[in-house]
């Protein structure tokens, strides 16, 4: 219910409390005064009485106080109006009788009864129509929405980065504008077709490209949108769709995030949910039932297909399954290149350098990097969107506002930029590592400095050694804090390293077989992820405690080596390491063109009023996108 409905409800409510309240005042003021006829009598014949109202069959008299007292003349008296006057000396005055007062004393009687059904009535039409208006009468209705050209045309020029996706879907597109190019031969286009991929990559929109492509009704619903809490509704609005469909076909369903309806049946520690089972069923007949649904193409999309019921995906009903995945460095410049359309940019913009610098990103990262960059330019008062805006809106969509209220310590200054320094050079010196992009000291996050590595190219995988320099790396921070303040004064800074290197070298011993005394056996502890979809309840784990014990030292002598390659490089490149430092802690910010510089003794040279900007680093503590092979800078005491 939203905030008018509750508004009004706030309105009726107040003016049925207004409205018993003024009919008990009328009564309380009716009742005031009322006596008997015969004590009526006698205050007339005592001469208490000295005018007298007759109206209807009742019968007021005041007193010489103007007490009024009111009572009901008997049905026999007929003349007792000229009794009062002659005997009593009353005097005696009549009013109109008010012939719809009857019918409106009954109105009155039955209008807060009206009022509380009308009310009633009011909340159960809200909450059957689900708030939107449609009315009591729809319950069972479907909630899909009828998408046409004036809500925004979207074609397959307004996707990039997918281009093996549009290819899958071209040929629906195909079919929806020249089916009988397919039937001659024979053939017949797809029922369904379920886009697969992580939240972000443009599932949606290829959707309503190929919508928009087709200039085909597009009817687009959620998941959520079929499930009550009444069994039955969802399958009877899964049927009302189809009839929809059905009536403007040929046609587009697109349901979004059918992992909500579409989960396996039967399965959870829970216990199956009816309602979510009995829509899942319909959609399955409709779907591939015994009636035929001609012209109608259903398009599906989900980030979980784990989860999603077998039926649901056997050729027939989702006879295609188009991975939706994030985009490499070429798909990622033709994005930036579709999303620059409406941004003025400057002349110094390469989307190519852009895209290398966003590793990881997504469709919508990417939207929403150009979005920071111009209002970042905006804010500065610019009238254009300059390379240094991308790097700025790069830096913050990647780890967030720069901390600039946090005031650090001359100490924790010195030690953050020692830490940083014990990454940046064993990051140049161990073997197949990614080039150093930027180091600095300024806080972001929960990080109080950081150390950002970029790959020269997209990386599909990694081999032993590039892991074993990155378990290096991530100890080169805890080892430069050790050699230059002792054991007894390393701080927390390094959990997040210790962390991140600790799952790594479990990862290589127990999933990737990269220890011959373990073998290559898979021993990753997965149980207990999917619990709740029924797949590993009963499951015994398959690692005994001899092996587990193996397991460990595999793990920690991955670990000892990686501290033991840190510790030697540190020490013989020591004048680099404390240079390195010292240059941090006057420049906050360095390039990794800069600190190639430096180490070779030119250090930057900056104007007096350069401004470093936010920095491109990716915090350790749980990067939003993070390249294989980053590692990242100390944290805060007890982080």
């Not at 320094?421 to 140049?428: E, K, P, Q, R």
């Not at 806080?443 to 320099?469: H, I």
């Amino acid at each position: 219910m939203n905030m008018r409905n509750l508004a009004l409800l706030g309105v009726v409510l107040l003016l049925l409390f207004s409205f018993v309240t003024v009919m008990q005042g009328n009564s309380a003021q009716q009742n005031a005064g009322k006596i008997s006829y015969s004590e009526f009598l006698k205050k007339a014949e005592n001469g208490e009485i000295k005018t007298a109202v007759f109206k209807s069959n009742q019968i007021s008299g005041k007193d010489a106080s103007d007490t009024t007292y009111t009572t009901h003349m008997p049905p026999i008296e007929f003349n007792l109006g000229e009794k009062l006057a002659q005997d009593y000396g009353v005097d005696v005055s009549s009013e109109p009788v008010n012939r719809g007062g009857g019918i409106l004393g009954y109105l009155g009687n039955f209008l807060p009864i009206l009022i509380i059904i009308g009310i009633w009535f009011f909340l159960w039409r809200q909450m059957q129509g689900g708030g939107g208006g449609r009315g009591a009468m729809s319950f069972g209705k479907s909630k899909a929405r009828l998408l046409t050209e004036r809500q925004g045309r979207v074609t397959f020029d307004d996707v990039a980065g997918v281009d093996e996706a549009k290819e899958e879907l071209q040929e629906i597109v195909e079919f929806l504008q020249e089916p009988g190019k397919f039937q001659r031969l024979g053939g017949k286009i797809p029922k369904g077709a379920l886009l697969v991929g992580p939240p972000g990559t443009g599932k949606t929109l290829i959707a309503r490209a190929v919508a928009g492509e087709a200039n085909v009704p597009f009817f687009t619903i959620s998941g959520s949108d079929f499930v009550e809490m009444f069994v039955g509704v969802g399958a009877s609005r899964v049927r009302d769709m189809f009839e929809q469909a059905k009536k403007n076909a040929p046609c587009i369903i697109f349901i979004d995030e059918i992992d909500a309806v579409g989960r396996s049946r039967g399965a959870g520690l829970g216990g199956g949910n009816d309602e979510r089972e009995q829509t899942l069923n319909q959609l399955l007949v409709e779907m591939d039932g015994f009636e035929a649904n001609e012209g109608i193409i259903l398009i599906a999309a989900t980030n979980r297909p784990d989860v999603l019921d077998p039926a649901l995906l056997r050729p027939g009903r989702f006879d295609r399954q188009v991975t939706v995945g994030n985009p490499d460095i070429i798909g990622r410049e033709k994005i930036l290149k579709v999303h620059m359309r409406n941004v003025p940019v400057g002349k110094d913009v390469d989307p190519k350098v852009v895209a290398r610098g966003t590793p990881g990103f997504s469709g919508a990262d990417l939207a929403n990097l150009v979005n920071e960059a111009a209002l970042l330019a905006a804010r500065r008062g610019k009238r254009v969107v300059a390379m240094r805006e991308f790097e700025d809106a790069k830096d913050k969509v990647m780890m967030g506002p720069e901390r600039k209220s946090m005031v650090m310590s001359e100490k924790e200054k010195t030690l953050t930029a020692y830490h940083e320094s014990g990454h940046a050079i064993v990051a140049l010196n161990v073997p197949e590592a990614d080039p150093v992009h930027k180091a600095t000291i300024i806080p972001r996050g929960r990080a109080l400095g950081m150390v950002m590595r970029l790959p020269e190219e997209d990386k599909l995988s990694e081999n032993f050694t590039q892991m074993t320099s990155f378990l290096a790396i991530a100890m080169g921070g805890r080892v430069a804090e050790e050699l230059k303040f002792g054991k007894d004064k390393i701080t927390s800074g390094a959990s997040s390293d210790i962390q991140q290197a600790t799952r790594l070298a479990r990862a290589m011993i127990t999933r990737w077989g990269f220890s011959d005394k373990v073998g290559t056996i898979d021993y990753s502890d997965d149980d207990g992820q999917n619990v709740f979809l029924g797949q590993s309840i009963g499951r015994s784990k398959s690692v005994s405690s001899g092996t587990a014990e193996l397991i460990e030292e595999e793990v920690r002598r991955l670990i000892d080596e990686a501290n033991a390659t840190a510790m030697r490089i540190l020490t013989e490149k020591k004048d680099d390491w404390i240079a390195l430092s010292e240059g941090l802690l006057e420049y906050e910010t360095l390039s990794g063109k800069e600190i190639n510089e430096l180490l070779k003794g030119n250090p930057p040279e900056r104007p007096d009023d350069f401004d470093a900007g936010p920095t491109s680093a990716v915090p350790v503590v749980k990067p939003k996108k993070k390249p294989e092979g980053e590692v990242g800078g100390s944290e805060p005491e007890g982080a």
